[in-house]
Every structure is written in C-alpha cells, then in structure tokens.
C-alpha cells in the first residue's frame, strides 16, 4: 500500500515499487506487468495514478507498452565492466557501447574524510579534492563515482576530467602515465534517493557499490573512489590476470 504521509507522491511510490518487483524477477514468468486495474487495486490508488508510474518507468526504459497486449519489460543485456589491475572506464566498455562519455557535476577542496586520507596517505594538514563523476553508455547512466585525490599534488584534476572526459587522460597531463589498481571491494544495497536521481533510476532500486584505491607504479595511492553501478545495467567481471 501507499504510504501517504512519506512526503513521496504516490506515483513515484508505485513506480519504485514496480522497479523493485522486476528487479526481483517477480514477473519474469510472463515478462508483463499486471494490468493497470490489478495494480491499482493493489495500490489502493485509481488507475490514473498507477499509469503515472509506468510512464515514468517507460521513460526510464525500464518498461515498454504494446498495443493490445499490456506493459512489457524491456529486457536489456548488462553491460560488462571489468575490475583489474589496469581497467579503465572507457577501454572497458569500449566494445560494448557506441557511446562512452563521463560528466564532472560537482567538485571541491576539504579535509578528506579518515579512511580516505588514510588510503591517499594525505597530512595532517594536507587536502583533499573530491570530484564526482556520472558516467555515461550510450547516453545511459551507468555509475556514480565520487573521487578523492590530493589537493596537493593534483589540483587541476576535476577541470581536467571535464575537458578531457577521463581521469587517465587527466592523470596524463598532471604527469601519471600510468597506474594500477591496489584494492577493490564491492558491495550490493539499495540506492539512496541521491544516488538514484543521478543514475536515472527508482528510489530503492538495487546498486553496486564499489571502492577502490588506484596508485602510481611506485605504489603511492594516487585515487580514492567510491563508485555506484545501477545493477540492472551493469555487472562487473573480476579480471586475475
């Protein structure tokens, strides 16, 4: 049922619910949604109001209608980015997209938070830069990263992601020709609503959360990042070799 005093429109509400379901498997059976007079009876809400919702999760393409037969769910293939010791966003889903491009929204100089300036080794007295990065397949959303880095030692680092539309290239001008990867861990939960509004899904929806420490090739971490892959978009295939 709805809960109408969450402060959350109804509409939005059935929509989560209904991307919950699907991401469940709950209709994998028929590969359709019920019909709106079932939902609506479920929801206690008019039918107007469950068609608001599957517009919305059409408009994700999360769902399609077809004539005379109902709302389907579009099934997509999972795009396949690899975690290993050299991966690279736009190298890793290079073949698998037309499209690869990334989006600086938001970035500042702070006091890292302890276990970032732990694993950047930062100072006392040391900054650090924050930069958050949504990433883009074929215009897509596919992860939310935010990124630390030292204030000190790469200053330019958002502007140079903007411009260059990757952190390799970034590196690359600031004087990292390469680097490698030290540390991942990954982790499944359920998206905050933040999260969700840059990814272009529904509240609630399930996420990977992934944190990795990148260093330089004599071994001092150079990134610090924790990205977020919507889970019905991406899978990520661990790379030994």
């Given at each position: 049922?709805?809960?109408?005093?969450?402060?959350?429109?109804?509409?939005?509400?059935?929509?989560?619910?209904?991307?919950?379901?699907?991401?469940?498997?709950?209709?994998?059976?028929?590969?359709?949604?019920?019909?709106?007079?079932?939902?609506?009876?479920?929801?206690?809400?008019?039918?107007?109001?469950?068609?608001?919702?599957?517009?919305?999760?059409?408009?994700?393409?999360?769902?399609?209608?077809?004539?005379?037969?109902?709302?389907?769910?579009?099934?997509?293939?999972?795009?396949?980015?690899?975690?290993?010791?050299?991966?690279?966003?736009?190298?890793?889903?290079?073949?698998?997209?037309?499209?690869i491009a990334m989006t600086v929204i938001g970035s500042e100089q702070s006091v890292a938070p302890k276990d970032v300036a732990h694993a950047l080794r930062l100072s006392d007295e040391e900054l650090g830069l924050r930069v958050q990065i949504?990433?883009?397949?074929?215009?897509?959303?596919?992860?939310?990263?935010?990124?630390?880095?030292?204030?000190?030692?790469?200053?330019?680092?958002?502007?140079?992601?903007?411009?260059?539309?990757?952190?390799?290239?970034?590196?690359?001008?600031?004087?990292?020709?390469?680097?490698?990867?030290?540390?991942?861990?990954?982790?499944?939960?359920?998206?905050?609503?933040?999260?969700?509004?840059?990814?272009?899904?529904?509240?609630?929806?399930?996420?990977?959360?992934?944190?990795?420490?990148?260093?330089?090739?004599?071994?001092?971490?150079?990134?610090?990042?924790?990205?977020?892959?919507?889970?019905?978009?991406?899978?990520?295939?661990?790379?030994?070799?």
């Open positions: 049922m709805i809960d109408r005093h969450s402060g959350i429109s109804a509409w939005k509400q059935i929509a989560d619910a209904i991307s919950r379901s699907v991401l469940a498997g709950d209709f994998d059976e028929t590969g359709m949604v019920p019909p709106e007079t079932v939902l609506a009876q479920r929801f206690g809400v008019n039918r107007h109001t469950v068609r608001s919702a599957i517009a919305a999760l059409v408009e994700e393409g999360m769902l399609s209608r077809v004539q005379g037969r109902g709302t389907m769910i579009k099934r997509r293939e999972k795009l396949v980015f690899p975690i290993a010791r050299r991966a690279r966003f736009s190298e890793g889903l290079a073949k698998q997209a037309n499209e949504v990433s883009f397949a074929d215009q897509q959303a596919v992860s939310y990263a935010t990124a630390w880095f030292s204030a000190t030692r790469f200053p330019d680092m958002a502007t140079l992601i903007a411009h260059h539309r990757s952190v390799t290239r970034a590196f690359a001008e600031q004087g990292v020709a390469d680097y490698i990867r030290l540390s991942t861990e990954v982790a499944g939960r359920l998206a905050t609503a933040e999260e969700a509004s840059h990814l272009r899904i529904g509240a609630g929806s399930v996420v990977l959360e992934a944190t990795s420490v990148n260093t330089d090739l004599v071994q001092m971490p150079i990134q610090y990042s924790r990205t977020i892959f919507a889970a019905d978009r991406i899978a990520l295939r661990f790379d030994t070799q």
